[in-house]
């Protein structure tokens, strides 16, 4: 049996000369100069909480219709973003960079000397539209540079700060509240900005505008942005003790009617700021729809358990910032456990699992009371913060699984991790243009699903070969998971084991280590949550080497009858398979596959998938056993 094969792929990794770094001063810190503004968007999102009301005091607003603070920004920022990136390619890094902090630091002023709740709001909004672009072309500009080796520390200087910031602005929110003024949860931005913009002139030289980007959707931009705002505004008015009738319905029914033409618009416009088209892929609309409705719920806890604590159990502003801090520390505790959770369960079972133990615990907070004991609060809410987090692990990582080449620009919007899966001849040039656009969208990691066939010149892993070779020309970060034959491809012979009790191969007796789909989803998902893998090449097989003979006694003794193997030739498995195969190209390259198994060239065993994942892979036994009932008549 062959040895490990979990080495780092030599043609991508590159190797570091005379002992050199590869990050130099200036690339470093540009990298903390992004988390530090990274750390002001996160922390503008959430600090607001805690201060709710003793803004709605000085304002003389009531404390619930603070919250439009907190909606306002996140939903500019969710609106805003898919702009970033046409407005980087049309006017370049440093010139987009630079006018963003200048934005958000100038909207942190003017939040700060607001005399009214609307003007606040107003300058939520425009504070918004700063962090949409700061980040996403800050994190594009970092990423884009690094050498893959040094990928994952690059990354974590930019990504940790942001997310230290949630755990530690609810606290944060209350001592600035306590001790000075709710002014200065938007004053401190300035100091930051002002530093960050010095450092941003000097620092980043950038890009200029590159190739002209589509012309612009100012039709989607304004009616997206009219709706969603719109529809904001309706839901402000119906928190009003008593909401204006007239108003109320005007607003309503007016976003209601923009929204509704802003989705014709967009799947009708030749260039949509959102192309509504990617929805058409179940995995993703599933998981975006699925994840939105969730969002909602997880996203209002931040806010809504520290106005329950102020204005209902008495808190101070520091007591209720501490406890909803737990919320963050659930999130990031839970972290390093979402990858073996979800390797030993599965992406179905950790998801219905998250959401349960979600609304079961928003439920039990709901009936919480200020003679509640602390630790009981705090246990609750810290749990809340784990299921959030496993929760959204699952979404993010299993929309774009079937999404069309030509569908990945939209679908890639905002995303960090892309799973690439392409079949048949055209495999070179989809992978190719699947990584142009990866990297043209500021995508930080290809993980592709290749083929252990690469290893050994066959057509099949040819195509795989030349994938590849494409997403390293292209310079993105990559992982590629190499399995060797799917066990699922023996559902195949479900028809002839059905109708004649026999499985024909032109294999003779050479020898497969066939690999459960299982062990290949959870060694992709330990590859997709963990950085560790870049720049890696996965070899995964099951752990017994079978010729097809016995593949068929194992299904044999799995459904309790006698199966027949019969050896046939190369010409006779050619007409076989030419009957359902799409190319002649196609049927070839499985010929020589056969070919090779017979010859004895695909038979190792490695033990990547017990050395990723901590267990022995899935025997045939079992899959047969599983599948039984798909051989039976």
Request: glycine residues 8%; proline residues 5%.
């Amino acid at each position: 049996m062959a040895a490990p094969v979990r080495q780092r792929d030599e043609a991508a990794a590159g190797t570091r000369r005379n002992g050199g770094t590869v990050i130099d001063a200036r690339h470093r810190n540009t990298a903390l100069l992004v988390a530090g503004c990274f750390f002001m968007e996160m922390l503008d999102g959430t600090i607001v909480t805690t201060a709710s009301p003793q803004i709605g005091r000085s304002l003389h607003a009531p404390a619930g219709q603070v919250g439009l603070l907190v909606t306002a920004y996140l939903l500019t920022l969710a609106v805003l973003i898919p702009l970033s990136g046409w407005l980087t390619r049309r006017f370049g890094n440093r010139l987009v960079f630079l006018t963003a902090i200048a934005t958000f630091t100038l909207a942190s002023v003017g939040c700060a000397t607001s005399v009214s709740l609307g003007e606040l709001v107003g300058m939520r909004v425009l504070q918004g539209a700063g962090g949409a672009m700061m980040v996403p072309v800050g994190r594009n500009m970092v990423v884009s540079a690094a050498a893959k080796e040094d990928l994952l520390r690059i990354t974590s200087y930019v990504v940790w700060p942001g997310l230290l910031a949630p755990v530690i602005a609810p606290l944060a929110g209350g001592l600035l509240t306590t001790y000075a003024s709710w002014h200065w949860i938007f004053l401190i931005n300035a100091p930051l900005g002002v530093i960050a913009f010095g450092a941003a002139w000097r620092l980043v030289t950038g890009s200029g505008p590159g190739t002209a980007p589509p012309p612009l959707d100012w039709a989607g931009v304004v009616l997206t942005c009219v709706g969603l705002g719109g529809l904001t505004y309706t839901a402000h008015l119906l928190s009003l003790a008593a909401p204006p009738p007239a108003e109320t319905t005007a607003f309503a029914v007016a976003s209601a009617a923009a929204l509704a033409y802003a989705i014709w618009h967009l799947r009708h416009t030749p260039h949509p700021l959102l192309n509504l088209r990617t929805l058409r892929v179940d995995t993703f609309r599933v998981s975006q729809f699925g994840g939105s409705l969730y969002w909602l719920v997880v996203g209002a806890v931040p806010f809504l358990l520290p106005l329950l604590w102020q204005t209902k159990f008495g808190w101070s502003p520091v007591k209720s910032g501490a406890v909803a801090a737990f919320v963050f520390v659930g999130n990031v505790g839970i972290k390093p456990a979402t990858t073996p959770l979800i390797n030993r369960f599965g992406f179905r079972t950790v998801l219905v699992s998250s959401t349960v133990v979600m609304a079961v615990v928003m439920a039990a907070l709901g009936f919480t009371t200020a003679a509640t004991p602390l630790p009981v609060i705090a246990l609750l809410t810290l749990i809340s913060g784990a299921t959030r987090s496993a929760a959204l692990t699952v979404y993010s990582t299993i929309g774009f699984a079937d999404m069309p080449a030509d569908q990945m620009r939209d679908a890639m919007k905002g995303a960090e991790t892309i799973y690439l899966v392409n079949v048949g001849p055209e495999i070179p040039r989809r992978d190719e243009a699947a990584a142009l656009l990866a990297k043209e969208e500021g995508v930080k990691r290809i993980l592709k699903l290749s083929s252990l066939d690469v290893e050994h010149g066959l057509a099949i892993g040819a195509w795989h070969e030349k994938g590849e070779a494409a997403i390293r020309a292209v310079g993105i970060p990559f992982t590629f998971v190499r399995p060797t034959g799917f066990m699922s491809n023996l559902l195949a012979w479900a028809h002839s084991i059905k109708t004649e009790k026999i499985v024909k191969s032109s294999t003779a007796d050479g020898r497969r280590p066939f690999i459960h789909s299982e062990d290949i989803a959870a060694v992709s998902v330990e590859a997709l949550v963990s950085a560790s893998y870049v720049g890696q090449s996965l070899s995964i097989t099951g752990p017994d080497s079978l010729t097809f003979g016995e593949a068929t006694a194992t299904i044999a003794k799995a459904i309790g009858e006698s199966l027949k193997y019969q050896a046939i030739s190369d010409e006779e498995a050619r007409q076989r398979y030419s009957k359902v195969s799409g190319s002649l190209e196609e049927t070839e390259a499985h010929v020589a596959l056969w070919r090779a198994i017979r010859e004895g060239r695909l038979a190792n065993v490695t033990h990547d998938v017990e050395h990723i994942l901590g267990r022995k892979p899935i025997t045939l036994t079992q899959w047969a056993e599983e599948n039984a009932k798909s051989f039976l008549s």
